[in-house]
């Protein structure tokens, strides 16, 4: 009966996968025809009985960004490309590439709750993927946000299972309707970066199948992914590419996914576990899986050939079904961050900005009778985002001063001053503040480049250096470029030494600041001061000092790396107690302030965790001071995950959040400012009051081996719910320039599914936008349940007193709760309440359905 069971629902499942071919129109009318499932199993297996048992092992490993390809038989390599918000073009290091539009964070693209719009971003960046003539994008980011400090929370699409898996879901069929295939990442339990190639998230079976795996289960059956990537941690003791339970029983058998699995970059740990568990292929190389490790485990029995055949055919599978055998895609720069992808943006960006605050109705803004408008904040001029492979520079991107000086700078005099200074816009010591006595004395410091890591030998370059800025982005430039020599003398890596002194013309408090992606001590009147290990991603380190106008301070900053991309600067700002002097100043003199703030990759970024959920650099300072002086002050957050806001949040007269936003972030906080537009987005993940009332603050780095979850399938707005914690901003939360009222809640059951009609009504006097949000509570349950769980949400348009009838289904399947014992998802006979609202803490209506 079991065995019948997993039958029909492999078959159900693998007709899911590749139902029949499907067409799919894009923006410029390109088509795709997915070949049907049979004509891949055809093609597939005439391939296989090709291939020799050599070349087969040989496509187990990658190389780089792509998997290998056997010239013999016309199999083309799978070009792949880092996303998933933006086709991360810089990855690719052969040939030409255009720079790609950098669309929103996914906590942006989930708070617009619209599938449609997400859907269209899939599109959009599938043309941007077959643009740069690549095949794979790695994205999107599935992962669910139970740490609201993780700093990979902006990718993903927040803490929701059933929200993240309609966005999934929408953003995969929009991509691969393009002829390109998506990879749903990272399965599973990925969630925080503090150890994250080793930590072992310790999470029960049921969070598992009810938090933690059902968007990755509809990528899957309703998405149709083509590709999946294993994480880097453990789950329950194994590392997930190594996961015979995560990667066979689930998703093979329960899940019937045929298709790809990938590891990540790095996370294979042995070649016997890995072989086995359902993984079929290692990134960036077959380090463990390659002929001298597999042959061996053949000639033993260990390993069958049956099983690389299986692991060959996911491979080929995504090659057949893209129709790569007979085509590939040819590079076409218009289809790449062209004028539609970047009003795309925009409407990403605008629809998913969330109005927490807005006293007195403070926005949008009435400009009347105002003549100067102060603006501060590292916000203001830098688009702020997340850091990692998910990190795009596009090739233009508009800052709120931009957007606001073509918006109303005719009107009104916009005066900015910075309130306070980020690591990232302290400029670099240089000029007259550097001087070495080196070579009859310069301007500048002396540099030593090394081809060590360790200071070694002699240098290979000496030379004066007028200021220390060398890198840009995360992987940074090669060092051979710098000093002009072959990268290849640098294969052992490098060291540069910079020795010098440091002046100022005003005396003052000041922080100098070091900037690295690798190894670094630096030296102050001969003490050291800061040191970095060699870590993974550009980080900042501060050192704060009073200077005295015109003396000398002798300094000395060692870098060094095993590597070639270097990524390093020295830099020098006032301490921020200064400048948020003079920002309370201004606002003070000011009847309208608009502080932009947030934070960026420094601080949210693939490799290291928030250090906490207060906004870094001062900001905290500045927004309390500047507020209290004049709460006239709207604060625009630019953020990627929920930040502790009290209580400047509260003396502001309004608060956005606008998100990261991507390159058209500027224009669409003006949208939304103006009032052009009603800001309708809403939170995808609770914004706790303070750090400590996360369910995850219980046990973060109790050690360095293990993340307990220990809160199970209390996740999120789940948690704050079961234990009466009122959370500063609640999941589903966001105002609007209208209001909405919501009424004639009425339930009907068909066969199997419950259908839910209700009516919004604009009840204000503007047009706006709700998300109404629909959550299912199980009455006198006899398992331990949320007290109520998101099941089905519309987001709808109306005029001015203007109503909509709204309709939302909900299958049997939604009241379930899943069975750890018996292995399987069950709907407990009985009532149910079906509650429906603008939040998870505001729902009006409610009505009653049984099973
Ligand atoms: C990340 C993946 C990414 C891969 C390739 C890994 O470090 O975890 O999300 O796709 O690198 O850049």
Redesign the pocket.
Known sequence: MKKLLIAVILLLGGLGVVSCSHKNKSMNNFTFNRPSDSTVTRKVNSLLGKLTLSEKIQMLGGTGFTTQPIKRLGIPPLKMV?GPLGVRAS?ISNGTHWRATAFPSGTAMAASWDTTLVHNTGVALGEELRGEGQDVL?GPNVNIARNPRAGRTFEGFGEDPYLTSRMGVNYIKGLQSQGVAATV??LAVYTQEYHRMFINSKVNRRALHEIYFPAFKAAIHQGHTLAL?SS?NKVNGVYASEDHYLLTDVLRNEWGYKNLVMS??GAVHATMPTETSGQDLEMPTGRYLNASTIKPLLASGKVTKQHINQQVRHILRVIVSLGLMNHQHQKDSTLVNNSAHRKLARKVAREGIVLLENHHNLLPLDLNGVDTVTVMGPAAKHVMRGGG?SEVQPPRQVTPWQALTQRIGQKVALKYIPGVMTDREAPAISGKQLYTPYNGGKMGLKGEYYANNDFSGSPVVTRVDSAVQFGAGSGGSSIGSIVSKPDSIFNNGFSMRWTGSVQVPVSGTYVIDVTDNNGMRFYFNGKQELQAKLHYGVAPHDYKVHLKAGKKYPIRLDYYSRGSGVHIKLGIRRSNAYLIKKAVQAAKSSKLVLAFVGVNSNFAS?GHDLESLRLPDGQDSLLDAVTKANSNTVVSVSDGEPLVMTPWNRQAGAVLDAWFGGEETGNAIADVLMGDYDPGGKLPITFPEKWSDSPAAKTYKQNDSTAVHQEGIYVGYRYFDEHNIKPEYPFGYGLSYTSFSFSNIKATKQDSTVKVTFTIKNTGKTAGQEVAQAYIHKENSSVKRAPHALKGFSRVHLSPGQSEKVTINFPRSQFAYYNTQHKKWAVEPGAYTILVGSSSRDLPLQTKVSW
Do not use: A, I, N, P
């Open positions: 880092d990855e790695l990442k990272h990537m880097y990540d970059w492979s693939e």
